[in-house]
């Protein structure tokens, strides 16, 4: 299994891309006016404390005041806040905690309003992102994350990874960080450490303890609602967090973020530093790689499922629901449950992916179509649990329901990415809207193929707009020749200017109508079927 990093610089920031055997499976988006992204630390104030709630608002700069929930504080809270402002009256003089005594740990059953004060200054971590009309979610378990490493200050706790199941390497590690570091740090021990020599743990160590220092200096000067530290870009963070042996390569189509991922993976792997490539083609990186068509066919409303059937994904405010249909896998199964169980198998592989591709959280309602057989259900269940262990995102599956419903919840820690994959019809002039136009060739050819194949037809004239004769008939090797070479059956494509370019129209031999793909068609059988259901 292959993976490619793809990242395409824009005005407004990068877009990155994970391609996995060539197919997207994560897609971000990494905005340059975002100014609170999740591990960033401030130095905030406690601008109003709600005992209701057993939580407090916390003013770091955002035009909605950031939320800081009791359970957030973390047991380390007191030492935090004893550091905090010994750093900022100057009695601290050092960044190590070597000498440092703790302060006890937190009630975790206490009041917030035992707790905080109004205009007390904390220093805080974000922990989610602003989303929708909410503020920034926050933590004031403050950790530092590296390449093997997350870095936790005034603990002396080693935790190693659940994914690492070999007793004899966690042992290992165990040891290996035991006698690397610092005083009064706790280390949580991921899961790409397994197997990782000693050097390469330190290199990471020593990185995340220049962090500290950092932060050390910057909150001695620093202001209420001031950035103390900022976590690395997506781009970065992704290289930290994915990188591993599966990876063939990282591209990228600017040379300022061609250098600085340069000198990133320096630091972090040496050794992969001849994955990274510049794109300097005059194709898009985007384009070349097939990733814009994908991004049209893959963030709409409707998603076509690859072995058949499709999903409609719904977002509200309170939740995601995702409607799973047969479509045309519907007679092609010997029983209704033998086609309900196939539908439901391929669309449970494509919801995963649609989870972590549109980076959808909180809570997820997947209605699939019904099946009467426990023992299907389960496959299903397996099929998603199966797919979404690659997901890094926190999740819940629950069983689906005798009514064909799993209900799953993911961890929401940024806004769900969307993609608006409808455009302005170049047929009405802009009074109304169409499904992408880059997917009216693969309309085009599955028609082709249904008619040559499935129904043997014949002699069959295809007309189109003059923009797309051009393009099944020019070229030394042109699709209108390929079409012949597949099926032995020569297809006659004709320029017609009063068809729309996503329009098109497909007669038989004898001049007889036997498809029309067009705005009028399509409202004309939408309103057959309105008849149909009154009646």
Not at 8 to 14: A, H
Not at 127 to 144: A, F, Q
Not at 244 to 255: H, K, L, P, Q
Request: net charge neutral; proline share 3%; aromatic share 6%.
């Amino acid at each position: 299994m292959s993976n490619e990093l793809i990242i395409n610089s824009t005005q407004d920031g990068e877009r990155i891309a994970l391609l996995q055997d060539k197919r997207l499976i994560e897609y971000h988006f990494d905005r340059n006016d975002t100014a609170y992204s999740v591990g960033d630390i401030f130095l905030g104030t406690v601008k109003k404390v709600m005992p209701g709630l057993n939580a407090a608002f916390i003013d770091i700069g955002y035009q909605k005041d950031a939320f800081l929930h009791y359970g957030d504080l973390g047991e380390n809270f007191p030492s935090l806040v004893k550091w905090g402002k010994g750093v900022q009256s100057q009695k601290i003089p050092v960044g190590p905690l070597k000498t440092f005594e703790f302060d006890g740990t937190l009630d975790k059953v206490g009041k917030i309003d035992n707790a905080l004060k109004k205009g007390q200054q904390l220093l805080v971590q974000i922990i989610k992102e602003p989303i929708s009309t909410k503020g920034p979610r926050l933590s004031m378990d403050i950790s530092m994350a590296g390449r093997y490493l997350v870095l936790v200050p005034f603990s002396n706790t080693i935790s190693v990874s659940k994914k690492i199941v070999s007793k004899t390497e966690r042992e290992r590690l165990k040891r290996l960080i035991a006698s690397i570091k610092p005083d009064n740090f706790g280390v949580i021990i991921r899961t790409v450490a397994e197997g990782r020599e000693v050097a390469e743990l330190d290199r990471d160590m020593q990185n995340m303890v220049e962090k500290w220092n950092t932060l050390f200096q910057n909150l001695k000067a620093g202001k209420p609602n001031d950035k103390i530290l900022g976590e690395l870009g997506r781009t970065s963070s992704m290289l930290r967090d994915m990188l591993n042996e599966s990876f063939d390569a990282i591209t990228v189509d600017s040379a300022p973020m061609y250098e600085e991922m340069r000198s990133y993976l320096q630091q972090i792997a040496p050794d992969k530093l001849g994955l990274l490539k510049l794109h300097t083609g005059k194709v898009k990186v985007f384009e070349q790689h097939g990733i814009e068509k994908q991004l049209k066919t893959l963030f709409g409303k409707t998603v076509t499922v690859p072995s058949g059937g499709y999903l409609v994904i719904e977002h509200t405010e309170a939740l995601h629901v995702i409607d799973v249909n047969s479509g045309n896998k519907s007679n092609q199964e010997g029983d209704q449950e033998a086609t309900a169980l196939h539908v439901n198998l391929a669309a449970a592989k494509e919801v995963a992916r649609q989870l972590r591709l549109r980076d959808m959280g909180g809570i997820i309602v997947v209605d699939f179509i019904d099946m009467k057989s426990g023992e299907s259900r389960k496959k299903v269940e397996d099929t998603v649990h199966s797919i979404m262990k690659h997901d890094k995102a926190r999740y819940t599956i629950l069983p689906i329901t005798k009514f064909g419903l799993l209900q799953i919840t993911r961890q929401r820690v940024r806004p769900a990415e969307a993609i608006v994959t409808g455009e302005v019809c170049p047929t009405c002039g802009g009074t109304g809207k169409i499904s992408a136009s880059i997917l009216v060739t693969d309309e085009i050819d599955n028609s082709i193929d249904d008619l040559l194949v499935a129904q043997n037809q014949s002699g069959i004239t295809l007309s189109v707009h003059p923009f797309l004769h051009a393009y099944y008939t020019k070229g030394l090797v042109s699709r209108q020749m390929k079409w012949y070479l597949k099926y032995y059956k020569w297809v006659k494509v004709m320029k017609d200017t009063s068809l729309g370019l996503t329009e098109y129209r497909i007669e038989d031999e004898h001049g007889e109508e036997i498809e029309l793909h067009s705005a009028a068609a399509a409202m004309s059988r939408l309103q057959d079927r309105e008849l149909e259901i009154i009646d």
